[in-house]
C-alpha cells in the first residue's frame, strides 16, 4: 500500500467533510471505551498487571536475541521452519516461496496486522495467487480495495448498509434483490461464501499475538474462529510475525492475554485463544504438514536501546486510538498506511521515516488520554515528542513556525526584554480590541480565528500591574 | 493565629496565558494564596516555563527556559501555577529535560518537589476545604487534560467549589476529553481541533450550565473562543475567579468589557 501519510493535513480535511464517515465515527467510538472501563472495573488487580506487563516487556526486549533463538530450536525441533526476514521484501519473498514450491492457487488468511504492513495480498495476486481475507472486516474491506482503518476492527468505517452493497456487488451469484438489512444476515452470507474458500485453500496465513519461546508455539486470538479453519484446514500454515512478539513462557503469555482483550474489546478473554504448536503429529487427528514462522523485522531491532524502545511493548489492543480525540475526529484512513492514532502516530514515522510521517506525531494536543490506558504504558505522547525533536534537529519543522518559535525563545531567554515585549504586545492588541472582549479576526492567528473568537487580553499584564502596586505599597 | 509556623513563602508562577490574557487569574490566586496565610512573591525574573519549545521538539531552548525558572524560584517554600499544563511541565518534565546535566538535575528534582497546581495545592497541601466566596449561578467544570493525567486533579476543585454559596455544579459528560486546545497544534491542525472544540461546547451546552469552568488558560481560552463566535451566552471563566470570589471585578474571558 503506498503511503499518503504526508497529506495528513489533506486526508483529515476530507474525512471531516465526510458526512457518511462522521456519523459512523460517532456512534462507534464509545462503545470501546465504556467496554475497556468496566473490564478494567471489574478486576481488582489491572493496573497491577499492567505494571507486569510492562516489566514482561522489558525483560523480553533486554533479553530479545536469546528468546527468539530459543523459539526457534524449539520450532524446528517441533518440524517447523522459522524463516528470518530483514525487510518486508524478504518476508514476501519467503511467503511466496513457500506457495510455489506448494503449487498453491489459493491462500487463505487470517487477520494480521503484518500482512498489512508488508503488502502481501497484493503481492501474492500480482504473482498470480489468490489470496483470501477470513476475517470478516477484513474479508469486507478486501473486497472494497481499502485498507483497515483500525488495528482490531478493520472496517468500522463503514455503515451495515455500505456493508450490504459491498456483498450485493461482490456475491454476484446469489440474487440482486435478497435482503441484507441486518448484520446476522450479513454475517451468514459471508460464512457461506467463506466456507467454500476455506476448503479450497492450500496455504493459510495468519499472524500471532504471541510466541512462546519455552515451546516454540504461537498464539493467535480471534473472536470469529476464522482464525482456526484457516490454520487447520490448508496443508500448509504460516504465521506471520514481527520479532516483538515474542515472550518467555505460556505463563507469560496468559498475562498479555489478560491484558489484550480487556483493553481492547472489554472482553475478559477473546472467544478464541488458538496455540499452535508445529505441524500435524503422528496420531494427530488434524492440523496442517507444513508450519513455518516468517519472522520479521522490518526495522523493529533498529528502536532497540533508542528512546524508541518502549514502543516495542505494544501488544496491538487498539485501546489507544479508542480514546484518541483525533483519531475519533478523521478515523484511521487520515492516518495513510497501515497503523493508525497514537500507536500509528509512534510506529508510522519509525516505519516510514519523518519525512512521510512527520505530522502523525505533531498532530496530537498531548491531551495523554492513549498512554493512560494503554495497557503495556507506552509513554505514547513522550514518543511523539521525540519524534518532534527528530524534525527539530534536521529542520523539517515549517519556516514559520521555526522563525516565531526562535524570536519567542531568544525574548523568553531575557525577562526584562520578555517583560516589556509583552507589556507592548498587550497594549496593541488592547488598542486593537478594546470594548469588544474579543477578535473575529487576527493578523497572523488565522489559524485560530478560522474557527473561533480570540478573547482579548484584560489590559495591561499581570506583571506590569504587580510591579505598579508593589511600588504603591 | 496560634498556629507557631511562619507563614510558607510561595513563589507565584504567572504563566504566559494568565500573565497577557488574564491578569485577574493572577490576583485570584495571590488572594487564595493569602487568604490561606501564605506569604505570595512574584519573581520578576520568570518568563515562560519553556513547554511551546519543549513540545515543538526544540530541547534546547526548553532547556534554557527551564534553567531560567528553576533559578527564579530557587529559596520559595512552596511555587504554585494557575495552570495544570504549565505545572506539569515544571513538576515532572525539568526532571526529564535536565536529566544529563547533574549540577541542574538536582536543582530540578528540588523544584519539582515544591511545586503544585494551584487549587490542588489549597486542597492538598494547605489543606482548604472551603472558600469565602458567593457566585449565584449554575456552573460546569471541564478537567483539562495535563491537569487530570498529570497532577491527578480532580476532585479538588469540585470540593472547593462545593463550597461556594449559590453556587450548583451540573457535571460535564465527557469531562475528560480534551477540548482541542493543545498548544500550537490548534493553529497547525485547525480543523481537527475546530472538530473536537465543537464536540465540547455541544457537550457543555447540554448540561444547561450557565457558566463554565477550568484551571487552565489555554484551554478557557480556546472553549470561549469557540462558544463566542457560535452567539452562546454562557460565560467563561478560570476556577481560581470563582473561588477567589472576584467575578465582579472583570468581565467573562471573551465577553464584553
Ligand atoms: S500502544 Fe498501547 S494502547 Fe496502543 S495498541 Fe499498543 S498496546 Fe494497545
Redesign the interface.
Known sequence: MHPTTHAFPENARKALSDERLQKVLSTAGTGFVEKRRKAAERLPEFEALRDQGRDLKNHVLANLDTYLEAFEAKVTEQGGHVHWCRTDQEARDAILGICRKANARTVTKGKSMIAEEIGINDYLEANGLIPIETDLGEYIIQLRHEPPSHIIAPAIHLSKEDVAETFRDAHTELPRDRLLDEPKVLIAEARQVLRRKFQEAEVGITGANLMIAETGSTIIVTNEGNGDLTQILPRIHVVIATIDKVVPTLEDATLVLRLLARSATGQEASAYTTVSTGPKRPGDVDGPEEFHVVLLDNGRSALLGTEFQDVLRCIRCGACMNHCPVYGSVGGHAYGWVYPGPIGSVMQPALLGVKEAGHLPNASTFCGRCEAVCPMRIPLPKMMRHWREKEFEQGLQPATMRRGLGVWGWFARRPALYHAATRMAVKALGALGRGKGRFARLPLAEGWTRHRDMPAPEGKTFQQQWAERKGKR | MSDQRPAPRVGLF?T?L???????V??AAVKLLEDAGCTVE?P?????C?Q????????K?AA??AR?TIA?FEGFDYVVVPSGSCGGQIKHHYKELLADDPAWAARAHHLSARTYELVSFLADVLGVTNVEARYDGTVTYHDS??GL??LGIKEQPRRLLNSVDGLTINELPGA???C??????????????????EAKIADITKTGADTLLAGDMGCL??M???L??EGSPIRVRHVAEVLAGVTDE??P?????
Open positions: 504567572v504566559c494568565v500573565d497577557v490574557f488574564r491578569p485577574t493572577g490576583f512574584v520578576s525574573a520568570q518568563t515562560c519553556g511551546p519549545a519543549f513540545n515543538s521538539g526544540d530541547r531552548t534554557d527556559l531560567n527564579a487534560c495535563s493525567r498529570e475528560e476529553v480534551c482541542g486546545f493543545g498548544g500550537t497544534f490548534c493553529v497547525k491542525y485547525p480543523d481537527i481541533s475546530n472538530h473536537m472544540v481560552l480556546n470561549a473562543g469557540k463566542k463566535r472583570a468581565p474571558i471573551g465577553d464584553k468589557t
